[in-house]
Structures are given as structure tokens and as C-alpha cells.
T-cell receptor, first 113, second 111 residues
Framework: ETGVTQTPRHLVMGMTNKKSLKCEQH?????MYWYKQSAKKPLELMFV???????ENNSVPSRFSPECPNSSHLFLHLHTLQPEDSALYLC????????????FGNGTRLTVT | GQQLNQSPQSMFIQEGEDVSMNCTSS?????WLWYKQDPGEGPVLLIA?????ELTSNGRLTAQFGITRKDSFLNISASIPSDVGIYFC???????????FGKGITLSVRP
């Protein structure tokens, strides 16, 4: 496989559930990102990991918890979400952060009921 | 914070037509990127621009980094049905700055 792979593609969860989103990149990049995409809004950066260290947390509620065990894998652990958290969650990777374009996965479409 | 303005929100063109999309800001950017997102997929990088005045082509796509560093445009020539999708501009203001995205323009191509 090449590129950035996200699983699952679709997820429906209740507000009391706990679930995790997974991202894997096969590009040899050393920075990984979580973005939230909601309708008619710009992409919102949630978290950035560089060399497996979290370097940015964009005031995201604690019900979203990222984990980066190595430079190829990124997780987003979800618990007690709200309906307004329903969105497309995109993972991306880049080689370094300076002026390096992001390569995105196909996203997980999350619906919170 | 920085904002990138893309308008209109939607564009409708006939197959074979050319189309131009602008991205503007009140802030200066030193990198401009154009992405396309197909339905059900993630954004894919089309063109990256790193120097003011730079004009870069990728097949039927041409993008330019505005000389003021506050804008960029993307042209699609001889549109085809598979050009349908959402086109995002994105910009970086500095070496370690956050990538700022526009809201995107949804392009529809009538056969």
C-alpha cells in the first residue's frame, strides 16, 4: 500500500461510546496531523506530531485524545462525543513541517448519535 | 488569525470551458498550495507554489503565486467531467507556521 490510509472509512457511535480512528502512512514522512472537516468551513487543524512528539494541540476538547506510537501510525481516541463532533476526520503526513505539502488520507466519516 | 478567501462557494461550467479560481488574503503568505477533493476522498495536492510571481502548470491546471504574496489563482483549461470536486487553496506564512485553508470552491461540470 502507498500513501496515507485511514480506518474505518465510516463510523457511527453513540455519545457514551469509546472508539478509535487509525491512520497509517507509507511515505516515510516524519510529521502527522489530524484535521476536522465540517461542511462549509475551512479544514480545522486538531493535532500535529513531529518525530512522534506532539508539537501542537489546537485547543481541542479532551474527549479527543491522540496517540502517535511511531512515525508511521497515528490514532485518535474518541470518548463521550457530542453530536456536533460529527464530521470528516482527515489524517495527513508531511516530510518535516517547513513548507512541506501535506498528503491526506481519505478520512473517516464520523456520525455521533 | 490569517484567513484565505475563496469565492464563490460553487461554480457551474460547461464541459470544455476554462475556469479560473482565486484565493485572496489580507496577510502575506510565502507558500501557496492548491488541493482538490473528490467526493468521499481526502484532498489531493495539485500544485505547490514557493516564490512570488511563480507560474506552475500540471497538465490542464495552471496556478500562479501572486506578486503581492496575498493571492493566488488556479486555472483549469478545457474542463472535463472528472474535474468535478472541491478545490481548496492553502497557504503558509512561515517556515513552521500552520497551514491555513480556504473554505473551498465546489466545481460542477455539465456534460
Amino acid at each position: 500500500e502507498t500513501g496515507v490510509t485511514q480506518t474505518p472509512r465510516h463510523l457511527v457511535m453513540g455519545m457514551t461510546n469509546k472508539k478509535s480512528l487509525k491512520c497509517e502512512q507509507h511515505l516515510g514522512h516524519n510529521a502527522m496531523y489530524w484535521y476536522k472537516q465540517s461542511a462549509k468551513k475551512p479544514l480545522e487543524l486538531m493535532f500535529v506530531y513531529s518525530l512522534e512528539e506532539r508539537v501542537e494541540n489546537n485547543s481541542v476538547p479532551s474527549r479527543f485524545s491522540p496517540e502517535c506510537p511511531n512515525s508511521s501510525h497515528l490514532f485518535l481516541h474518541l470518548h463521550t462525543l457530542q453530536p456536533e463532533d460529527s464530521a470528516l476526520y482527515l489524517c495527513a503526513s508531511s516530510q518535516g513541517r517547513a513548507r512541506s505539502p501535506l498528503h491526506f488520507g481519505n478520512g473517516t466519516r464520523l456520525t455521533v448519535t | 488569525g490569517q484567513q484565505l478567501n475563496q469565492s464563490p462557494q460553487s461554480m457551474f461550467i460547461q464541459e470544455g470551458e476554462d475556469v479560473s479560481m482565486n484565493c485572496t488574503s489580507s496577510s502575506i503568505f510565502n507558500t501557496w498550495l492548491w488541493y482538490k477533493q473528490d467526493p468521499g476522498e481526502g484532498p489531493v495536492l495539485l500544485i505547490a507554489l514557493y516564490k512570488a510571481g511563480e507560474l506552475t502548470s500540471n497538465g490542464r491546471l495552471t496556478a500562479q503565486f501572486g506578486i503581492t504574496r496575498k493571492d493566488s489563482f488556479l486555472n483549469i483549461s478545457a474542463s472535463i467531467p472528472s474535474d468535478v470536486g472541491i478545490y481548496f487553496c492553502a497557504g503558509l506564512t512561515g517556515a513552521n507556521s500552520k497551514l491555513t485553508f480556504g473554505k473551498g470552491i465546489t466545481l460542477s461540470v455539465r456534460p
